[in-house]
């Protein structure tokens, strides 16, 4: 899946077999090619639900900023049940899907994730 960082200090490296079958499998070969020359360490993070008590977003923490969740439906990276309950938990979002779109939507499918975020910034900013 990933290859420890030599140095051992808590990070990894995306392996190539991941990053082919996991992060850019609808992605065009080009663009998984510069990624991997591209790749440098990247830090732990624990688990998921660790994750998803810090990033969770109330009143006291920027509740008035709009929450718009763009769900990449190919994404092989993190599980559909981790996306929905981000948006369960940060309740008055909006919520678009990209239906044929692996974890890197700017690369296979740049299209739509534009026409999502040009609709986004004219909506909300």
């Not at 290859?3 to 077999?17: R, V, Y």
Request: charged share 20%.
């Amino acid at each position: 899946m990933f290859e420890e960082d030599a140095h051992n200090t808590g990070s990894f490296i995306f392996g190539p077999q991941f990053l082919a079958s996991k992060l850019y499998q609808l992605s065009p070969l080009e663009d998984m090619t510069l990624a991997m020359s591209l790749l440098r360490p990247t830090p732990l993070y624990g688990d998921q639900q660790m994750l998803l008590e810090q990033t969770r977003v109330t009143k006291e923490k920027f509740g008035s900023v709009a929450k718009i969740y763009i769900v990449c439906e190919q994404d092989q990276v993190f599980k559909k049940e981790f996306y929905m309950s981000m948006i369960e938990g940060n309740p008055e979002t909006e919520v678009k899907y990209i239906v044929d779109a692996d974890h890197m939507p700017m690369f296979s499918k740049p299209q739509e994730l534009f026409s999502y975020l040009q609709h986004i910034a004219n909506t909300f900013y």
